[in-house]
């Protein structure tokens, strides 16, 4: 079992930054790749960025590369989401989601591969 707790979401001005964390109480949380979504009001759930579980490769939507960057501290059993120069579009609730690890540094980018989700945490972008 693998428990996941976002955090660091917040209220922003357009531009700014914010980096959020998901950090997990589950054993072996290196044997798992990491994702994170985002879920705007009345859209769907949307994958932002993907970790491999070495950490090694990371995958990106286009929307958020070159701003948005993926990491993680295995020794801390932590993700983390740094995401620069936010845009008014990208407010939305992000959920961090865990799955095993797949061979060869593949990285699932669809929810339903997904089996464990974190609550979520709100990230606001004011113009």
């Known amino acids: 079992q693998v428990r996941l707790v976002e955090s660091g979401g917040g209220l922003v001005q357009a531009g700014a930054s914010l980096s959020l964390s998901c950090a997990s109480s589950g054993r072996l949380f290196s044997d798992y790749a990491v994702a994170w979504f985002r879920q705007a009001p009345r859209k769907g759930r949307e994958f932002i960025a993907g970790?491999?579980?070495?950490?090694?490769?990371?995958v990106y939507t286009d929307s958020v590369k070159g701003r948005f960057t993926i990491s993680r501290d295995n020794a801390r059993n932590t993700v983390y989401l740094q995401m620069d120069n936010l845009k008014p579009e990208d407010a939305a609730v992000y959920y961090c989601?865990?799955?095993?690890?797949?061979?060869?540094?593949?990285?699932?980018?669809?929810?339903?591969?997904?089996?464990?989700w974190g609550q979520g945490t709100q990230v606001t972008v004011s113009s």
């Open positions: 970790i491999t579980w070495t950490g090694g490769g990371a």
């Open positions: 989601a865990a799955a095993p690890r797949l061979p060869a540094g593949r990285l699932h980018t669809t929810e339903s591969e997904y089996p464990y």
